[in-house]
């Protein structure tokens, strides 16, 4: 007898752990989707089949090409349907559902809103800039004259939308919305209103504000916010236009926070955690590596090294130790996050802006000036696998991979390719 009870527990345990009385819905995908800004933790790190050794027409097909009107924002990827956003005749803003396998319109979102950024940004178009983001269920899409707007996956159905001009009475953010939004659990997070906010997914309502700026030209903020635990603690990593704080999600209270010297408010860049610290780069500066610290329910920072790294608008990705990053003067450097010493600069310069992501020892770059490259992480050297032009437009949006899946925002169309090993 109890050798057979024996025997039915092992088989029910197997039942269970092949998933026979599993519910499918809730089992993890084998490659997750690209959800948000910098793929599914905004690392610019990826999993999926193994990229392929060269770059060419042969091991990079296209699947289709939809032309679009121009935009700066990443595509995401949920289940079957792949959203981008676009600016409209210097009008109006759009949010478009396409279909993973034929690009085909599933749905479109419209709303009136553009604007015509100041200075030096303006020479490079005023088109919608922040990456969505999207729980599977929702889209949620930072318009440019500071408005977040909820939007039904399935649909394109509104289901709500925040003005934080007309709600909070803040200045209209001159350069636009630019931070891509954040999800976690039931909520959202933005730097938006002149402000770093967390909002209900459901409703669209303010929960918390903190880190108030000044709005307009000197505050509304480039940077991108991210989730990490550091020091112990689980909490909000948020680069504003002149400093880096960590935020405590629950409360919004701020933990500790660091000045980072800048060229006129240009921290730009997301933020990248290292262990306990927190690597960082601005514009018309330097580079630094924060550490953070908690010590009797206190929260401390401190610089650890710094050198004479200038980032711009690139993200970096972070590999084996070290960071790789794409600078002001055009040109990748890497550098060692222990030490702080940058072990090599590329003699080539590339276009005013690089998305990279990353998969094992290899990053796969695509430059603004519509060329992919596939490199090798190597801290010796800069080493080029290979390189294919794929857009005669520009490329300022974020690539996106999904397992053999890629998908280019040129600044008029969207295109989809699929890797394929030769």
């Not at 000044?214 to 509304?220: D, Q, R």
């Not at 990705?317 to 010493?341: E, F, T």
């Amino acid at each position: 007898m109890n050798r057979w009870l024996f025997l039915l527990a092992v088989a029910l345990a197997a039942c269970f752990t092949t998933g026979i009385f599993a519910d499918e819905k809730l089992e993890k995908p084998e490659t997750p989707l690209w959800p948000q800004w910098r793929g599914p933790n905004r690392d610019g790190q990826v999993g999926g089949p193994s990229w392929p050794d060269r770059l060419s027409k042969d091991s990079l097909k296209q699947l289709w090409r939809i032309p679009l009107g121009p935009s700066y924002s990443g595509p995401i990827v949920a289940d079957d349907l792949v959203f981008t956003t676009e600016t409209k005749n210097k009008a109006s803003e759009a949010v478009v559902a396409l279909d993973r396998k034929t690009g085909k319109e599933r749905w479109r979102s419209e709303w009136k809103g553009a604007m015509t950024v100041p200075f030096f940004a303006a020479a490079n178009g005023s088109w919608i800039r922040a990456t969505p983001a999207t729980d599977g269920q929702r889209v949620f899409v930072a318009g440019m004259r500071d408005v977040l707007v909820c939007l039904n996956a399935k649909s394109g159905k509104e289901e709500w939308r925040v003005d934080f001009v007309k709600e909070l009475k803040t200045p209209l953010p001159d350069f636009g919305f630019v931070c891509s939004p954040l999800l976690d659990g039931d909520f959202v997070y933005v730097q938006a209103g002149a402000s770093f906010a967390k909002l209900e997914k459901q409703t669209g309502k303010i929960v918390w504000r903190t880190l108030n700026d000044k709005g307009g030209m000197l505050g509304s903020a480039f940077s991108s916010p991210i989730i990490a635990t550091i020091a112990g603690k689980r909490q909000l990593i948020v680069q504003g236009r002149e400093k880096l704080a960590g935020v405590d999600i629950d409360k919004g209270e701020v933990l500790w926070s660091q000045p980072v010297p800048n060229f006129r408010g240009m921290n730009i860049l997301t933020p990248m955690p290292v262990g306990d610290a927190i690597f960082t780069s601005s514009y018309g500066n330097k580079a630094w590596l924060y550490k953070v610290s908690h010590d009797k329910d206190r929260f401390t920072v401190a610089e650890t090294w710094n050198n004479n790294t200038q980032a711009y608008m690139s993200s970096p990705v972070q590999i084996d130790g070290h960071a790789y990053l794409h600078l002001q003067n055009q040109r990748l450097a890497c550098i060692d996050l222990k030490s702080g010493k940058k072990t090599w600069t590329s003699d080539d310069r590339f276009g005013q802006y690089w998305s990279m992501v990353a998969q094992g020892r290899r990053i796969l770059a695509l430059d603004q000036r519509g060329e992919l490259f596939l490199i090798r992480a190597n801290s010796e050297k800069f080493d080029v696998i290979d390189n294919l032009k794929v857009s005669a437009d520009q490329t300022w949006a974020h690539l996106a991979v999904v397992g053999d899946e890629l998908y280019i925002r040129e600044l008029n169309a969207l295109a989809a390719y699929r890797w394929t090993q030769k």
